[in-house]
C-alpha cells in the first residue's frame, strides 16, 4: 500500500472519531430509579450533567439508601452512555477490525 494513502485514511479516521465525540457530547442519557426518586443525566462523554432527587426519598435516618439510589441511577446512566459510545463507535469502525478501540474510553 501507498503509505500516503494510509495516512490520509488515518486523518480522515481521526477527523470522524473526533466529529463523532463532539456529537455524542451533546447526548444525553437518562437513568431512574427507585420509582422515579432519583434520576441521573449523563451526556455521551459520560460525564454527569443533573441529578434529581425527589423530597420524599430524603430520610435523615436513612441516609445509606439515599446513598445507594444515587449511586444506582449514575451508575445505570454511565452504563448506557458507555453502550451508545461502543454502539457509535461500532458504525466508526466497521469492518476495519478495529472492535477493541472503544475499551480506549472506559
Do not use: H
Amino acid at each position: 500500500m501507498d503509505m500516503n494513502a494510509i495516512m490520509q485514511q488515518a486523518q480522515q479516521f481521526q477527523q470522524k472519531m473526533t466529529d463523532m465525540q463532539a456529537e455524542l457530547g451533546t447526548k444525553e442519557i437518562t437513568a431512574t430509579v427507585g420509582g422515579g426518586m432519583v434520576t441521573a443525566v449523563v451526556n455521551g462523554k459520560q460525564e454527569l450533567i443533573s441529578l434529581k432527587v425527589e423530597k420524599e426519598v430524603i430520610n435523615p435516618d436513612d441516609p445509606e439508601m439515599l446513598q445507594d439510589l444515587i449511586a444506582a441511577a449514575v451508575n445505570e446512566a454511565m452504563k448506557q452512555a458507555k453502550e451508545m459510545m461502543q454502539a457509535e463507535m461500532g458504525k466508526l469502525t466497521g469492518g476495519m477490525g478495529l472492535n477493541n478501540l472503544p475499551n480506549m474510553f472506559g
